[in-house]
């Protein structure tokens, strides 16, 4: 079993940051890719970023440029970095872990997060 906690969400206006962190515990954090999703009130839960094992990265098109995933396996956490933020970008954020693969499909995720509320305010 994995555990994972997400904190760092809030209220910001747009064109502000802010930095998403996801706390692991459980089994070794660095054999897992990691992934970050949202889901916005009333949709489906969207990709954003995922990290594999080795450290690769893989973006949303809609994040490209402005958000960066990172992990710090010491530390056993994963993190979200979110520059220049939009009204869109509201969402409940989730952390995800996988035993498999770096990916965008939410089903290759095994351990999921409660979720960190971020709104981007006009």
């Known amino acids: 079993q994995v555990q994972l906690v997400e904190s760092g969400g809030g209220l910001v206006q747009a064109g502000g940051s802010l930095r998403l962190a996801c706390a692991a515990s459980g089994r070794t954090f660095s054999n897992y890719a990691m992934g970050w999703f949202r889901q916005a009130a009333g949709k489906d839960r969207d990709f954003v970023a995922t990290?594999?094992?080795?450290?690769?990265?893989y973006y949303a098109d809609s994040v490209k440029g402005r958000f960066t995933i990172s992990r710090d396996n010491a530390k056993n956490s994963l993190y979200l970095q979110m520059n220049s933020l939009k009204v869109e970008d509201t969402a409940v954020y989730y952390c995800?872990?996988?035993?498999?693969?770096?990916?965008?499909?939410?089903?290759?995720?095994?351990?999921w997060g409660q979720g960190t509320q971020v709104t981007v305010s006009s």
């Open positions: 990290i594999s094992t080795g450290g690769n990265t």
């Open positions: 995800a872990a996988s035993s498999r693969s770096a990916t965008n499909r939410p089903f290759m995720y095994d351990y």
